[in-house]
């Protein structure tokens, strides 16, 4: 697994837990870290965490306007009602898809796509591929490149 894949599905799995448990993120850091690492360290490398956390707090900063775009692209279902999976799958996608360039539209709903599959329900894939194509028309980048930083 690439090292960006597994920072998205680390980043995923936070915004999960701190959606399910109400509580601060700055609370669930220390613990959630601590629980992560490869088999061989008791901590993830440095370059996962660090895009992990730019994720986080990324979707944490930005996390009302990413939630309103979702909302826009929901029919007849409320955002809280959305699989805890699906939703932070969104939000991490819909945070690079707006404010992180650094990566191709298509390369990011590609990712986004394929840990809804491995961590969602069967028709998460396609549920989340409707969402993030919709976004993606809609703000206008190319969507096979990305920016370099």
């Known amino acids: 697994m690439s090292k960006r894949r597994e920072s998205r599905e680390a980043a995923i799995q936070f915004l999960f ?4 448990n109400k509580t601060p993120a700055q609370e669930l850091a220390t613990g959630f870290w601590a629980m992560r690492g490869d088999e061989k360290t008791s901590a993830p490398s440095a370059k996962v965490r660090a895009f992990a956390d730019e994720l986080i707090a990324g979707v944490l900063a930005h996390r009302a306007t990413i939630d309103e775009r979702i909302k826009a692209c929901l029919v007849n ?8 999976v699906d939703r932070n799958v969104l939000r991490v996608a819909i945070y690079e898809l707006l404010f992180s360039h650094e990566v191709a539209p298509v390369i990011i709903i590609n990712e986004a796509i394929e840990v809804a599959k491995k961590y969602g329900t069967e028709k998460s894939g396609g549920f989340i591929n409707g969402v993030l194509d919709r976004i993606k028309n809609e703000i206008g980048r190319p969507a096979r490149t990305g920016v370099k930083k």
């Not at 837990?17 to 399910?20: R, T």
């Not at 279902?77 to 805890?84: G, P």
């Open 17 to 20: 837990q701190a959606d399910l």
């Open 77 to 84: 279902v409320e955002i809280e009602r959305l699989a805890v």
